[in-house]
């Protein structure tokens, strides 16, 4: 049985983005895969040399930039891998982000990008309830046109019909959105399994 200290590092895989502005570690499973896409599992370098003298990563690269310490030099790791496989979640948290990134951060009406909110398609008014297969991004103009209405009432259509996805889907959809900095040692961990083209 894993304690607290052990929980808690495998478990919160992404840091502060002021932490990560130099020298972040790409996080990869056991299998070589990132623990996660979207957003992508980093550490800041301190970590990542922490857990190498925990023995509880191995670096697969490195950045050219050293570190020392009184009696030795170090590579700061840009790639490490985990020794224990961490298993995937079954089910994807029901959150405002998910809901944006399973809906590619567009508007299931009209398909414009930023200034989102959410809609429910079945009115709350009218019983609709707060569910993956109720709720959906939407710009603020789509939300206001709609308003309370049902979609018959309002003229409107869905892009796609709302539903729960799975972990699977949104590792995928999270790869459709990397983060501004991607280091050259990354990518061959983040695309390594994509579909090549014929």
């Not at 599992?41 to 857990?51: D, G, M, Y």
């Not at 079954?90 to 809906?103: P, S, Y």
């Amino acid at each position: 049985m894993l304690d607290e200290h052990q929980t808690e590092f495998r478990t919160q895989f992404v840091r502060e983005p002021a932490a990560l502005r130099h020298h972040p570690a790409l996080v990869l499973n056991a299998d070589f895969r990132p623990l996660s896409y979207y957003p992508l599992s980093l550490w800041p370098w301190q970590e990542a040399i922490k857990a190498v003298f925990l023995d509880r990563v191995t670096i697969i690269a490195e950045y050219d930039e050293v570190v020392r310490s009184q009696r030795q030099a170090f590579r700061i790791p840009s790639v490490v891998v985990l020794k224990d496989y961490v298993r995937p979640q079954k089910r994807v948290a029901f959150t405002r982000f998910n809901l944006f990134l399973r809906d590619e951060f567009c508007c299931q009406y009209c398909g414009a990008r930023g200034d989102l909110t959410f809609d429910h398609v079945v009115p709350r008014s009218r019983g609709g309830i707060t569910s993956w297969e109720n709720v959906v991004a939407a710009c603020s103009p789509c939300n206001l046109r709609k308003a309370n209405r049902s979609l018959r009432h309002s003229g409107m259509n869905l892009r796609k019909k709302p539903r729960q996805p799975t972990p699977e889907e949104m590792h995928s959809v999270g790869r459709r959105f990397p983060p501004n900095h991607l280091h050259e040692s990354w990518i061959d961990f983040l695309y390594w399994d994509a579909e090549l083209e014929s």
